[in-house]
């Protein structure tokens, strides 16, 4: 069976696309799904956090690529039949790359921090998905445990009917933590606030592009 592809893309630096791409691979590698991770963006985050994970101890169900993005497109045909599922990191402010992300994937997920800025930047890459006729889904990530900023910006998404993932992401330090050790936080923090939010949001993607009746689903 051909690999799912998601593609995780916001025009904005600083989103949080490379954490949601490393945690949500983690999460579903730690269900039993074969992930490939292919990390476009030029300052090789990703690639960076795998090296430490493959010195530590190394991971079978867990692959990571450092992609240029005129060969991306190559890559997705060469791994689509060996994983599960692909989960691209795009760069920001890259057009070209991203489209060939988001004209392969099953969906994209638009990480934002709940801020004005960051919801104007959303709209480049929506648009594009839109043109792409690829299916999107707004992360509210590095949410803070208090004030209202968050419940403001969410209902500006919601007037403007666009499509928002149920589940958050805080602002949690566990979830930097955990990659400094190679790890994703369902490994390094278990039973944590951070890990069950990484879980919550796996099912929901997992739903959204059918993993459902995969161990993804569990």
Same mark, same amino acid.
């Given at each position: 069976? #051909?690999?799912?592809?998601? #593609?995780? #893309? ?12 490393? =945690? !949500? &691979?983690?999460?579903? /590698? ?8 292919? @990390?476009?963006?030029? =300052? ?6 795998? /090296? ?5 101890? &190394? ?28 989960? $691209?990191?795009? *760069? *920001? ?13 099953? !969906?994209?997920?638009?990480?934002? =921090?709940?801020? *004005? ?6 709209? *480049?890459?929506?648009?594009? /998905? ?22 403001? $910006? ?26 400094? @050790? &190679? ?29 459902? &009746? ?5």
């Amino acid at each position: 069976m #051909a690999a799912k592809v998601v #593609a995780i #893309a916001q025009q904005k630096g600083g989103a949080g696309k490379t954490t949601i791409a490393i =945690q !949500l &691979g983690v999460a579903w /590698a730690r269900q039993g799904l074969r992930v490939a991770l292919l @990390d476009v963006d030029p =300052q090789g985050s990703l690639a960076a956090w795998f /090296a430490l994970r493959r010195e530590a101890a &190394g991971d079978g169900a867990l692959h990571a690529s450092e992609v240029q993005g005129w060969k991306l497109a190559t890559e997705i045909d060469r791994l689509t039949g060996d994983y599960d599922l692909l989960l $691209i990191d795009t *760069p *920001p402010h890259a057009e070209t790359d991203a489209r060939v992300a988001v004209r392969a994937a099953s !969906l994209i997920l638009v990480p934002l =921090q709940p801020s *004005p800025m960051d919801l104007w930047a959303t709209k *480049p890459t929506l648009t594009l /998905a839109l043109r792409e006729k690829s299916r999107s889904l707004l992360v509210l990530n590095r949410v803070p445990s208090r004030g209202k900023l968050a419940e403001i $910006i969410r209902d500006k998404i919601s007037a403007e009917g666009l499509p928002l993932a149920t589940q958050t992401l805080g602002n949690r330090s566990a979830f930097a933590s955990s990659m400094l @050790d &190679g790890k994703g936080v369902v490994e390094s923090h278990p039973r944590s606030a951070a890990a069950e939010e990484v879980l919550a949001l796996a099912r929901e993607v997992g739903g959204l592009i059918q993993l459902t &009746g995969r161990r993804a689903a569990e």
